[in-house]
């Protein structure tokens, strides 16, 4: 069974940086393309950032580019969300996804999901 758990949330300023991890058990961590998304409170989950399995491609929401680095680790079975910049509408529960098919941008497109690690940012 395919666990994943986030971890590196917290509270933090704005301007300020945060690193997001994500470690995958119970298969074989190279097999899945892994996005992150987040939810604000009263919005629907958002797309964040992808990576393809081989860690060739990423792509970004424009929302985040500029600010946020997607990258992994195969050999720690982990995928990183490096934020910086932090803005106070970053604030939500931020969720990594693997999918063993697609490269997506959209929720529905991910089979495994974490329970979500809650990033604040204040003004």
């Given at each position: 069974?395919?666990?994943?758990?986030?971890?590196?949330?917290?509270?933090?300023?704005?301007?300020?940086?945060?690193?997001?991890?994500?470690?995958?058990?119970?298969?074989?961590?190279?097999?899945?393309?892994?996005?992150?998304?987040?939810?604000?409170?009263?919005?629907?989950?958002?797309?964040?950032?992808?990576i393809?399995?081989?860690?060739?491609?990423?792509?970004?929401?424009s929302?985040?580019?500029?600010?946020?680095?997607?990258?992994?680790?195969?050999?720690?079975?982990?995928?990183?969300?490096?934020?910086?910049?932090?803005?106070?509408?970053?604030?939500?529960?931020?969720?990594?996804?693997?999918?063993?098919?697609?490269?997506?941008?959209?929720?529905?497109?991910?089979?495994?999901?974490?329970?979500?690690?809650?990033?604040?940012?204040?003004?």
């Open positions: 069974q395919v666990q994943l758990v986030e971890s590196g949330g917290g509270l933090v300023q704005a301007g300020g940086s945060l690193r997001l991890s994500c470690t995958l058990s119970g298969s074989t961590f190279s097999r899945y393309n892994m996005g992150w998304f987040r939810q604000a409170p009263g919005k629907e989950r958002e797309f964040v950032a992808a393809t399995r081989t860690g060739e491609s990423t792509y970004y929401a929302t985040v580019k500029g600010r946020c680095t997607i990258s992994r680790d195969d050999a720690k079975n982990t995928v990183y969300l490096q934020m910086n910049s932090l803005k106070p509408e970053d604030t939500a529960v931020y969720y990594c996804a693997a999918s063993p098919t697609y490269y997506s941008v959209r929720t529905n497109d991910y089979r495994h999901w974490g329970q979500g690690t809650q990033v604040t940012v204040s003004s």
